[in-house]
């Protein structure tokens, strides 16, 4: 079934779904190695990014023929800008994708209120320098143009592909790759490892969406639209397929 047979009330659920359960696991997991196991931030660090590396490959998996699964309005945005999505649609999904994550850094919180207190729920003061802006920019380029040259493949590795993506931008970059604007303001929201404090959040969003908007534009340069993918293929007139028949017979 192709995400063109789904409501568009289908498809708002499952990027809510995909950006609340993806906030929600990745908060979990930096809750769980700091304020439960007391973990030391590098091995935190891995936490979060084996845990958000294996949730990005099933949410794609899982909901990529309903909405295409962005989860992300910097991947939105950067399909809007190659023509992937229209402006409708990246108008409703952005919104969702935000109230998603609102919702998936909550219900982190939530279940770890029995053991590690009502201190979970806290804006952030951890500090992400200046530099790491830059880490955001180029990290959402890359994962951007990941996805677009996937789609544009009509590949069936693209899940995987985010997962490692991202996955090894926590684990390998100076920002720990948020590298979606939702992601960034539900951070705000938690303590621990996990968070980041409001100034630098906005500023990790207003990277990101900027890193969405050079892949997109590299991308339509690169691969425009229509893709020799998306050409209708002739079809063979009646004679051709009355002599292919006999040929066959």
Do not use: C
Request: aromatic residues 10%; glycine residues 10%.
């Amino acid at each position: 079934m192709s995400s063109n047979e789904f409501t568009t009330k289908q498809k708002l659920v499952a990027e809510f779904f995909g950006s609340a359960t993806l906030v929600f696991v990745l908060v979990s997991s930096g809750l769980l190695a700091d304020g439960m196991l007391g973990a030391s931030p590098s091995i935190g660090v891995l936490f979060i990014g084996l845990a958000t590396a294996g949730w990005l490959f099933v949410v794609v998996q899982m909901l990529g023929p309903i909405s295409g699964a962005h989860v992300n309005p910097a991947v939105t945005i950067a399909l809007l800008v190659t023509g992937d999505v229209d402006a409708k649609t990246a108008r409703q999904y952005i919104p969702v994708q935000f109230l998603g994550g609102l919702v998936g850094v909550s219900l982190a919180g939530l279940t770890f209120v029995s053991t590690i207190g009502w201190e979970v729920f806290a804006v952030s003061a951890v500090e992400r320098p200046a530099s790491t802006w830059l880490a955001e920019f180029l990290g959402t380029v890359l994962l951007a143009s990941v996805i677009i040259s996937l789609i544009r493949q009509e590949s069936e590795l693209i899940g995987i592909a985010v997962g490692f993506t991202v996955g090894m931008g926590i684990i390998g970059t100076a920002s720990t790759a948020f590298l979606n604007p939702q992601v960034a303001l539900a951070r705000i929201f938690t303590s621990g490892i996990a968070g980041i404090q409001p100034f630098d959040a906005v500023m990790f969003m207003l990277a990101s969406a900027l890193g969405g908007i050079a892949a997109g534009l590299m991308w339509r340069y690169l691969w425009p639209r229509p893709t020799p993918l998306d050409r209708p293929k002739p079809e063979p007139d009646n004679e051709s397929a009355l002599d292919e028949f006999a040929v066959e017979s």
